[in-house]
């Protein structure tokens, strides 16, 4: 089974395909006119706009959702592994994979607003649901479904759980089928609460475990200011190939950083649209420039507070191909969270295990919490009439695979998680490149309105974009409700 795995994923994410998600990112930059730089303004106020209703989320609850989802152990883990890997050098490539991806970012998550349901009284929007609208192949949106169900309720959750679970261990001695237990509780606890109960504790749990987080890496920063010019000439010199001791490391590097960038902010892999479906707007591209924000503060602020922790203290192994050490500061310690729990021990001694483990508990556990929201999104996708008992297996099914990764080697968690990202972001990329005219068309719009000193509202019809039944029969209804 491990060895079918890392074969799936030698395809997955091999050279030609992390070129080609760096190509459709790019594209989608030029085509938007690098709205992410362009719209940045708007991005931030949008943020704190709109609100919730008994349909929906408020924006900002939905950027919460989508951040829960985005920030996880990726931000932690998967930063040290592509340091492990692709060197210094691989920061810069998830620094690129942001930026670029945040337009990636701003379609998919349009195309989830433009073509929404209203299904038992929620809204409920995603690849799944632009696929067969927009495009009119049901058989691929189904495809995507189960595809999602698959990476969000079996294949990813374990990825979490087990980070959570050795960062515990590390910490305290809690043995990973303990903290396992306690995951499926707090879990269930969540989940059974239904929409309203993961949105509330996803604004209230993400903006604070990302402050706290981004605060304590600013202090080190600070405590070991005279690193600076050192620490980034090592990670652009070693991105580029011109560092002396990781040259040799430059496809590695942008290997390891778009992998790794993209499993951690989740730009094109249609994860974010989910969320970004159930907010309350009055127009898509609201949205869509909101959860283009999120990119920027899963990658360019969480993932760069661990990377400058873990290389402005040096406590960092890097992997040669050949499997000899560039560099092996943290000898006999495998890649992950260890690498920044000591980093802030060697600043703050006796703080950094116990600090990570806590941080990583949060990050992780509102990342299964968003896990567990995009595949009960795709049950009511395949299940529309009666989804009842459906849910009540997946819920079974999600904390029974968060225990299972738990208490499974990080090897094969990864592996797994790696295989499921894998698969939606492709089904997802396809989809998204063929639909980007809505996309684009959506976003002239509101720039036009804008111009004209209004507060953009949607208009399918006036715009020739099909199959937005949403707006065509239901906003007018609940328009009362947005603010």
């Known amino acids: 089974m491990e060895g079918f795995v890392t074969s799936l994923n030698g395809i997955l994410w091999s050279n030609p ?32 706009q709109g609100k919730s209703s008994e349909a929906g989320v408020s924006s900002f609850q939905a950027l919460s959702i989508a951040l829960s989802g985005r920030v996880g152990t990726g931000n932690i883990a998967g930063v040290a592994t592509a340091i492990a890997f692709g060197g210094p050098g691989a920061v810069f490539w998830m620094w690129a994979i942001a930026f670029i991806g945040a337009s990636s970012a701003f379609v998919e998550s349009t195309l989830a607003q433009i073509y929404k349901a209203k299904q038992d009284g929620q809204y409920r929007g995603g690849p799944a649901y632009y696929i067969e609208k927009g495009i009119g192949w049901k058989w691929f949106a189904v495809l995507f479904a189960f595809a999602a169900l698959i990476a969000m309720a079996v294949l990813m959750p374990g990825v979490q759980a087990n980070s959570i679970a050795l960062g515990i261990k590390n910490a305290f001695g809690i043995q990973p089928a303990i903290t396992g237990l ?12 239904g929409t309203k109960r993961i949105a509330n504790a996803a604004q209230l749990i993400v903006p604070f475990m990302a402050l706290g987080y981004i605060l304590l890496s600013v202090i080190i920063v600070i405590m070991n200011i005279t690193e600076l010019p050192d620490v980034i000439a090592l990670i652009f010199k070693s991105a580029f190939g011109v560092d002396s001791a990781f040259g040799g490391l430059i496809g590695m590097a942008i290997s390891w950083g778009v992998k790794r960038g993209i499993y951690s902010n989740e730009a094109g892999q249609g994860t974010g649209a989910h969320p970004a479906a159930a907010a309350e707007v009055s127009h898509p591209a609201k949205q869509g420039l909101v959860q283009a924000f999120s990119v920027y503060i899963d990658t360019l602020f969480v993932c760069s507070a661990t990377a400058f922790m873990i290389l402005f203290t040096g406590m960092y192994n890097t992997q040669a191909e050949d499997g000899s050490f560039i560099a092996n500061n943290l000898k006999g310690m495998e890649a992950g969270p260890g690498f920044t729990q000591a980093a802030i021990d060697s600043v703050i001694p006796g703080f950094g295990a116990g600090f990570v483990a806590i941080a990583l508990f949060f990050f992780a556990f509102t990342t299964i919490m968003a896990y567990y929201y995009i595949a009960e999104t795709n049950i009511t996708y395949l299940f529309r009439r009666d989804s009842k008992w459906t849910t009540l297996l997946l819920k079974i099914v999600i ?24 698969i939606m972001v492709w089904l997802n990329v396809i989809a998204i490149l063929i639909l980007a005219k809505p996309a684009l068309v959506t976003l002239k719009d509101y720039e036009r309105q804008k111009k004209q000193g209004l507060d953009p509202v949607f208009n399918p019809k006036a715009l020739g974009i099909k199959n937005a039944s949403y707006w065509e029969k239901e906003f007018t209804v609940d328009k009362k409700n947005i603010s």
């Open 17 to 48: 395909v992390i070129y080609t998600l760096l190509g459709v990112g790019l594209l989608f930059s030029i085509l938007t006119r690098f709205l992410q730089v362009r719209h940045i303004k708007d991005m931030i106020l949008l943020m704190f």
């Open 182 to 193: 306690g995951i499926v509780l707090l879990l269930g606890f969540i989940i059974f609460g």
């Open 399 to 422: 904390m029974a695979s968060s225990f299972y990764g738990a208490v499974k080697t990080a090897k094969v968690a990864w592996a797994l998680g790696d295989a499921g990202l894998g």
